[in-house]
Every structure is written in structure tokens, then in C-alpha cells.
């Protein structure tokens, strides 16, 4: 896929992960982090060179062509209160996860009511950062379920799948957010409660 800029918030497990394989497949990564002075930015930008680069959050998400939102789901309503105005028209990619919590496990309604004219995603929460980092298994390109609107956006988001290794499958529009959240719901039962190891992840067959 073309190389974008992406503004990736947060710069742990998932936005650390996702930022290497955008980086090594050619794109420029703005970490958008509450110190882009502090160790785990520092780290990664000397790590990944000149096409990585941190910032504040409300810089990096203004300067993002796709903004991917990588914090705890508990701090996205936080987050999305400085951003007011700064996503529009935006591809924003939501891989938050509100755990235990009895509403829904993405932040949907908080980036869409902050933003309307954003074009939001669900997508890369459902399996572990393990899984992201090598996605094959047994052999197996593992697949990766999102949800959001179709168009230019969505071809971008699967684009930016491909790139970090999976392949892409569209499960429908933002309406189907809840059915992603349903596998990451599953990936959960089968890892933890279950005690599967990490490296667990879903194939579609026959299509
Ligand atoms: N770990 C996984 O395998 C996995 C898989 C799927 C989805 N997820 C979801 O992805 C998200 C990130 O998980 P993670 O494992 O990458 O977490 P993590 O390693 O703990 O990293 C979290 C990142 O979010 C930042 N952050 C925390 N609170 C923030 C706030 N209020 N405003 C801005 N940034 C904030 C942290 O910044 P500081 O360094 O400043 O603390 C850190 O960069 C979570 O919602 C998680 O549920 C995780």
C-alpha cells in the first residue's frame, strides 16, 4: 500500500508492534504519547529511525492521515477530549478495549461524537500483540476481522493489514463492530479461561 503517515496513540504492546511493521513497510509513524520525551517512545523511535518520530497526542493525531488508537479503552474518553476537531475526516482505526466493562468493548461513540466526519474502524483487538508481531501460524497467514464503513477507508485499513502481515477480511460496516468485538470476546475465553497459549488466532475457510 502507498506510504502514509500514521499516527499511532499509544506506545505500548499494540501501538510499539504495529509501529515496527508500518515503519519496515515503508510508512512514517508519529507516536502520539503523554511524554514523547520518555523512555518507551525514546526507545522506539531510535529503534526505527527517521520514519518514526513521537508527539504529543493532539499533534500526532493532526498530523496522521490514519490516526490508530492504542491506549486502554478506560482512558480513550480522556484522550478524545483534546481532539476535539482534530480528526476530520480522518481513517481512524479503534484497537482499544474496554475490559470488564458491561457496555461495549470498543470506543465508537466517544471518537464518533467527538468527531463526526471521521471514518472509524475496529480493528487489531482481537488477538494478542504476539500475534501481530509474527502473524503466521502453523505455517497459516492468520486472518484479521475489521469493521467500519466501506470505500476508500476501508480499502486503506486493509492495506495497512496487509502491511503488517495478516490478511484483511471485512466483516461489514460499523454496525459490525460488536461482531469483531465477538472474537476478541472469544480469543479471551480460549487464552485465558481456557489457559491456550498466545499465539492463538482465527482462519476463515472456504472463501
Ligand atoms: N496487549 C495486547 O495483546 C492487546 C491485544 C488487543 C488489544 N489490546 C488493547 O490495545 C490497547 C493497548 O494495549 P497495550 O497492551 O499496548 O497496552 P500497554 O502496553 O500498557 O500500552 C498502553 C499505551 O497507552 C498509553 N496510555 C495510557 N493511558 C493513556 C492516556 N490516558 N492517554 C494517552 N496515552 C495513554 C501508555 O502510555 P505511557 O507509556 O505514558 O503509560 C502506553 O503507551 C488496550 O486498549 C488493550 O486492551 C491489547
Same mark, same amino acid.
Given at each position: *500500500? ?9 506506545? !505500548? ?26 523512555? =518507551? ?9 527517521? =520514519?518514526?518520530? &513521537? ?20 482512558? *480513550?474518553?480522556?484522550? *478524545?477530549?483534546?481532539?476535539? #476537531?482534530?480528526?476530520? #475526516?480522518?481513517?481512524?482505526?479503534? &484497537?482499544?478495549?474496554?475490559? !470488564? ?11 464518533? =461524537? ?33 469493521? #467500519? ?32 468485538? &465477538?472474537?476478541? &470476546? ?19 475457510? !472456504?472463501?
Amino acid at each position: *500500500m502507498p506510504s502514509s503517515t500514521i499516527a499511532v496513540i499509544g506506545a !505500548g504492546n499494540i501501538g510499539g508492534t504495529l509501529a515496527r511493521k508500518w515503519v519496515a513497510a515503508g510508512h512514517r509513524v508519529i507516536l502520539g504519547v503523554r511524554d514523547p520525551a520518555g523512555p =518507551r517512545a525514546s526507545a522506539l523511535v531510535s529503534e526505527l529511525g527517521r =520514519r518514526c518520530t &513521537a508527539a504529543p497526542v493532539r499533534e500526532a493525531a493532526s498530523a496522521g492521515e490514519v490516526v490508530v488508537f492504542a491506549i486502554p479503552g478506560s482512558a *480513550m474518553p480522556s484522550a *478524545m477530549a483534546g481532539l476535539q #476537531g482534530h480528526l476530520r #475526516g480522518r481513517i481512524v482505526i479503534d &484497537a482499544t478495549n474496554q475490559l !470488564g466493562d458491561a457496555g461495549p468493548a470498543h470506543s465508537f461513540d466517544v471518537i464518533t =461524537r467527538t468527531c463526526p466526519t471521521a471514518f472509524v474502524y475496529r480493528a487489531f483487538n482481537a488477538f494478542g500483540w504476539e500475534i501481530l508481531a509474527d502473524p503466521i501460524v502453523e505455517d497459516t497467514v492468520v486472518d484479521l476481522f475489521f469493521a #467500519g464503513p466501506d470505500g476508500a477507508g476501508r480499502a486503506t485499513v486493509a492495506g495497512l493489514i496487509e502491511d503488517v502481515g495478516l490478511r484483511p477480511v471485512w466483516v461489514g460496516g460499523p454496525e459490525r463492530a460488536d461482531l469483531v468485538d &465477538a472474537l476478541a &470476546a472469544l480469543w479471551f475465553a480460549l487464552v485465558l479461561d481456557k489457559s491456550r497459549g498466545h499465539r492463538l488466532a482465527f482462519k476463515l475457510l !472456504g472463501a
